[in-house]
């Protein structure tokens, strides 16, 4: 059996405690670190690693297959899974030496992120002076490096880049503020700089990653390190929202299985045609938004392996379809939510958890559906789709 094969069994298989300890990983508002090394003992973490520091260079869909599954057993668990596990990706694209630094002497070593540009970035001799205060770290108790997003001042008004800056934990400090209604088992905390010095080569440029470019590729040259940021990147967000969303529809099935209307004369829900009716199209809503993205992934995975250049179309559409997936999540999560009746408002009760992670979710930036329809749009008017590179 091929390593990421023996990694999705692995991952299956795990599925169990996950599902089990999902309100404990709430009520802790972080991963243990016993699930963590859980999760890492499959070779999850592995899977969108390069191969020269032991890494299996999978197949995304590979990837974001076991994300989903993690996110309908655990949806804090999936969304850490996935934002974690993406980082090892962009690593590759930064030069050796910043491999090196990180996964030189631990190849398990982990990354967690901020990319809002909210800190502030001084060009100096040999590299950056970075300061300020970054939110929404996921998973950043169990992490050792950060990557961080900042914008690098230019002349004027306009900036002169936008980069990723990976910073090790002696260079910060993480602030415990994720006191959330959803993904509160996320542990997605502060993290603090106060004056950190970063070499220029630990830094990556956004531009040149939408131009499926990165200094990394002279080590790392298979088609996985091609795929455009604005591609792999938003996935990591929809992917365990749809996970969210198809954990809540097995949760609901089994509810409505045993669930008695009262106040229907005693009428079983399961027999009730107009539930069967939502729960078919929550079925279809989550079903169409997995098959789409995975349809796209594979085109994308397709060209890059050919050698063969992106067509922007193409990775317009794929954005298109990653912010509809999460409506379409979303859609299904809230349908089968009103379907539920008033026992799954408990906070005993699976049901409410993934409705609260969903829409959690739901409000990442990457979501923002009129911006990135806009983009797509633009695109097939000829207009200027620029900002859908990033």
Not at 182 to 208: K, M, Q
Not at 263 to 283: C, F, I, L, N, T
Request: net charge negative; aromatic share 8%; with cysteine.
């Amino acid at each position: 059996m091929e390593g990421a094969e023996l990694v999705t069994r692995g991952v299956r298989e795990l599925l169990p405690v996950l599902r089990d300890r999902a309100q404990e990983t709430e009520d802790r508002r972080t991963l243990s670190s016993e699930h963590l090394k859980s999760l890492a003992s499959t070779g999850f973490f592995r899977l969108l690693q390069p191969a020269w520091c032991g890494g299996l260079e999978a197949d995304p869909v590979t990837f974001f297959g076991c994300v989903r599954d993690i996110a309908a057993a655990c949806g804090s668990t999936g969304w850490v899974a996935s934002v974690i596990g993406v980082h090892n990706w962009q690593l590759a694209l930064f030069p050796e030496q910043a491999q090196q630094d990180v996964w030189g002497a631990d190849p398990g070593t982990l990354m967690s992120s901020s990319y809002a540009p909210t800190g502030t970035i001084q060009e100096v001799d040999g590299g950056f002076r970075v300061r300020g205060r970054w939110s929404f770290s996921s998973g950043c108790d169990h992490a050792t490096w950060v990557l961080l997003g900042g914008i690098v001042p230019g002349e004027g008004d306009a900036p002169a880049d936008f980069r990723t800056f990976l910073l090790p934990a002696a260079d910060y400090t993480i602030e415990d503020v994720w006191h959330t209604i959803g993904l509160r088992g996320t542990g997605s905390n502060d993290i603090v700089v106060s004056d950190a010095f970063v070499p220029a080569y630990r830094s990556l440029s956004f531009g040149d990653t939408a131009r499926c470019l990165g200094p990394g590729q002279e080590l790392n040259p298979g088609p996985l390190y091609r795929i455009p940021y604005g591609s792999i990147f938003p996935y990591t967000i929809t992917t365990p929202i749809i996970g969210m969303a198809t954990g809540m529809y097995d949760a609901h099935v089994t509810h409505m299985r045993e669930r008695v209307r009262a106040a229907y004369a005693g009428v079983r829900a399961a027999e009730d045609p107009y539930s069967q009716v939502r729960v078919a199209r929550a079925a279809a809503d989550v079903d169409a938004a997995w098959l789409t993205l995975t349809a796209d992934m594979n085109e994308l995975m397709a060209l890059a392996t050919a050698g063969d250049k992106l067509p922007m179309r193409l990775r317009l559409r794929a954005r298109r379809n990653q912010v509809r997936g999460t409506e379409l999540a979303i859609q299904a999560v809230d349908r089968l939510f009103e379907n539920s009746g008033g026992r799954a408002i408990y906070t005993s009760h699976p049901i409410q958890r993934f409705w609260r992670d969903a829409h959690a979710g739901r409000v990442h930036a990457i979501n923002d559906p009129e911006r990135a329809l806009s983009m797509y749009g633009c695109g097939e008017f000829g207009l200027s789709v620029a900002d859908a590179m990033v």
